[in-house]
């Protein structure tokens, strides 16, 4: 989380003090006020992500301060929680009542401040991110439902019947849609059977608010893909509740995804290791190659900026680029010396081969150019399918200058491996002939990050 910045509100110095040593935020920036005329002007005029009250204090107390906050537009989204000597449950009562996100007794705020900071402030940032759609004809319901999903710090949208709703998700995504059920135009009905049966939409949570609460109706409108159903009139606070409940079991559920797909990614990494150690095995003279050409063009690609997730997935197609040499016959891949016409053109059926076995793994479709495309040549006249420059991937391109440099560096056996001197002279040879000239510059900046690599200018 960037800076959190929270004001303290008490006439009491002592328990300005106090508070500030129970909050331990690295991020926190702390400002004071002593009383709630104070805060509410420097409220005026800076944001706060949370404020912290007294209640008892002179000019404005804590309970006016904070109905103020709640009126403001540009500030009912800040939380406040109240810290007080009033203890009774008529005391709490008014504060929640007041908008207040928590209440504390003085005696617990030492104990309790911080995981109720904790618990309050993710809270309004993940409802800070949630855009909710609103669809209902009365004006009336739109702006009581909209202010109240505001002022609970969830960002909204209104529309006035389904087809305007439609219009809007053409170009907005929301993460929830609220919708009333007799509209003109476009009922619910029909609004809920288009979002359903579009598949970038259907996973949006849909929940029905109507007047109508005759449990057919209700049990109709669940049967079409709505998420809840809730029956007006209603009350704010348990619609913002349910609102909240939908969305973060949504998030759970997403983050189980998540984290079965990084399952899946981890095996995945795993079963490449084998295949690659598979093909390696077999070939004494290239072994260790695939992972010194990932490990090149993983330090190229942080060169150039990429995201950390490209730069995982080139180094992927880097261990994998050779991988369909495991499909050449051992008297052709393993022969030392020359290869006839004929041999050299099953070699080049390794990048088909390659492309082929990638295709079957979905996850891996990103990294299938950097297999089937590593031997294209910036001047077309490489194979299989003889493109030419920019036609070529970037990442095929890449691969092809990490690939071609390891390669000559390295002992064959039917010649010793190149001195990094006259390797770096084959590259400059060859950038924009064989191999791109943009890729050719960024290997020679990568390598100058080497230590004791030195390429000496032509
Ligand atoms: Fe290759």
């Given at each position: 989380m960037?800076?959190t910045?929270?004001?303290?509100v008490?006439d009491?110095l002592?328990m300005?003090?106090?508070?500030r040593?129970c ?11 002593v ?8 409220a005026?005029?800076?944001n ?5 009250t007294d209640i008892?204090?002179?000019?404005m107390?804590?309970i006016?301060?904070c109905?103020?906050?709640k009126t403001n537009?540009a ?5 406040v ?6 203890d009774s ?6 504060g929640?009542?007041a908008?207040?996100?928590a209440?504390?007794?003085?005696n617990?705020?030492?104990?309790s401040l911080?995981?109720t900071?904790?618990d309050?402030?993710?809270?309004v940032?993940f ?5 909710i759609?609103v ?8 702006r009581m439902v909209?202010d109240?999903?505001v ?8 529309a006035?019947?389904?087809k ?10 929301p993460?929830?849609i609220l919708?009333d059920?007799d509209m003109p135009?476009?009922?619910?009905f029909s609004?809920?059977q288009?979002?359903?049966?579009n ?6 949570p849909?929940v029905?608010?109507?007047a ?15 998420a809840?159903y809730i029956?007006?009139?209603f ?5 913002v509740?349910m609102v909240?409940?939908i969305?973060s079991?949504?998030f759970?559920?997403?983050?189980k995804?998540?984290e079965?797909l ?6 995945l990494?795993?079963t490449i ?13 290239t ?9 090149i063009l993983s330090?190229?690609?942080s060169?150039?900026g990429?995201t ?6 080139l ?6 680029h050779?991988?369909?040499k495991?499909?050449i016959?051992d008297s052709v ?10 041999e050299?053109?099953i070699?080049?059926?390794h ?8 295709r079957?793994?979905p996850?891996l ?6 297999a ?5 040549r ?15 991937s ?5 691969t092809?200058?990490?690939?071609t440099y390891?390669a000559l560096?390295s002992d ?7 001195m990094?001197d006259?390797a770096?002279?084959?590259l400059?040879d060859v ?8 890729c ?13 690599s030195?390429p000496?200018?032509s």
């Amino acid at each position: 989380m960037s800076e959190t910045s929270i004001l303290i509100v008490d006439d009491s110095l002592a328990m300005r003090r106090g508070l500030r040593q129970c909050i331990n935020l690295p991020s926190a920036q702390l400002t004071e006020a002593v009383d709630g005329q104070e805060a509410l002007e420097l409220a005026a005029i800076r944001n706060f992500d949370l404020i912290i009250t007294d209640i008892d204090m002179p000019r404005m107390n804590g309970i006016q301060l904070c109905k103020s906050l709640k009126t403001n537009p540009a500030t009912k989204a800040v939380p406040v929680i109240m810290v007080s000597s009033f203890d009774s449950d008529e005391d709490i009562d008014r504060g929640f009542q007041a908008g207040a996100s928590a209440y504390l007794i003085k005696n617990e705020a030492r104990s309790s401040l911080m995981t109720t900071i904790q618990d309050v402030l993710p809270k309004v940032e993940f409802r800070g991110k949630r855009l909710i759609l609103v669809v209902d004809d009365s004006l009336v319901i739109r702006r009581m439902v909209e202010d109240g999903l505001v002022q609970a710090g969830f960002r909204v949208l209104t529309a006035e019947n389904g087809k305007k709703a439609l219009e809007i998700l053409q170009t907005t995504r929301p993460d929830f849609i609220l919708s009333d059920i007799d509209m003109p135009e476009m009922d619910g009905f029909s609004f809920c059977q288009a979002v359903q049966a579009n598949p970038d939409l259907v996973i949006i949570p849909f929940v029905v608010m109507s007047a109508n609460s005759d449990r057919g109706h209700m049990m109709r409108m669940l049967r079409r893909g709505a998420a809840a159903y809730i029956t007006k009139p209603f009350n704010l606070d348990q619609l913002v509740i349910m609102v909240e409940k939908i969305l973060s079991d949504q998030f759970q559920l997403l983050m189980k995804d998540r984290e079965r797909l990084e399952a899946d990614r981890r095996m995945l990494l795993a079963t490449i290791t084998s295949l690659v150690s598979a093909l390696e095995a077999r070939d004494a003279y290239t072994r260790g190659h695939s992972e010194a050409v990932a490990t090149i063009l993983s330090g190229m690609a942080s060169l150039m900026g990429a995201t950390e997730l490209e730069i995982e997935t080139l180094t992927i197609g880097g261990r994998l680029h050779d991988i369909g040499k495991i499909g050449i016959r051992d008297s052709v891949l393993l022969k030392p010396g020359h290869l006839t016409d004929e041999e050299f053109a099953i070699i080049k059926q390794h990048p088909t081969i390659g492309a082929n076995i990638l295709r079957s793994v979905p996850s891996l479709a990103e990294v299938i150019t950097v297999a089937l495309h590593h031997h294209e040549r910036f001047d077309g006249k490489g194979y299989p399918e003889g493109l030419a420059g920019q036609n070529i991937s970037l990442w095929a391109r890449i691969t092809a200058v990490a690939d071609t440099y390891h390669a000559l560096t390295s002992d064959r056996p039917y010649r010793k491996g190149f001195m990094p001197d006259k390797a770096f002279q084959v590259l400059r040879d060859v950038r924009g002939s064989q191999l791109c000239p943009d890729c050719v510059d960024l290997f020679f900046k990568w390598i100058t990050t080497q230590p004791g690599s030195s390429p000496t200018s032509s």
